[in-house]
């Protein structure tokens, strides 16, 4: 076999070998906030395997605080947030980051036609 057909193998071989290589991707990760609105008591879960066990262990969390508590945001590879207002309406929303899921979340209080809001609880995934 000729040198330069035995070089061209070589690296034909070299090159395939990198391309085949599998590239893991990172797993997704879910968080909940569970949110009582007649106590304001909360629950929360994060970097969790699923949407379904997230807000469950949130609901879970809750419930030892109150009977009403309901699911106000769950999040995925990010962050989520709850405002309340003093008179108890709220908002939830997520974002990239605590900072942005915070100010969405009082913007969506806010939008409820509540006043006074702040962030009560937040969390986010590791991812």
């Known amino acids: 076999m000729p040198r330069f057909s035995v070089a ?3 690296l034909t071989t070299l090159l395939a070998s ?9 797993e997704d990760q879910f ?3 569970a949110l009582s609105p007649s106590t304001g008591s ?5 970097n969790h395997e699923s949407r379904r066990r997230a807000e469950r262990i949130a609901m879970g969390n809750c419930r030892g605080y109150a009977d009403d508590c309901r ?5 995925r590879n990010a962050c989520g947030a709850v405002a309340q207002s003093p008179d108890g309406g709220w908002g939830a929303d997520w974002g990239v980051d ?4 915070e100010r969405n979340a ?3 209080c806010y939008n409820e036609g509540n006043s006074g809001c702040r962030v009560i609880r937040w969390a986010c995934t590791d991812h």
């Not at 605590?98 to 899921?101: D, F, G, L, S």
């Open 42 to 46: 909360v629950g929360w879960s994060y």
């Open 18 to 26: 990198f391309a085949v290589v599998p590239v893991a991707a990172a």
């Open 71 to 75: 699911i106000a945001i769950y999040f």
């Open 31 to 33: 968080g909940a906030i």
């Open 106 to 108: 009082i913007d969506a």
């Open 98 to 101: 605590r900072r942005e899921a």
């Open 8 to 10: 061209a193998l070589a």
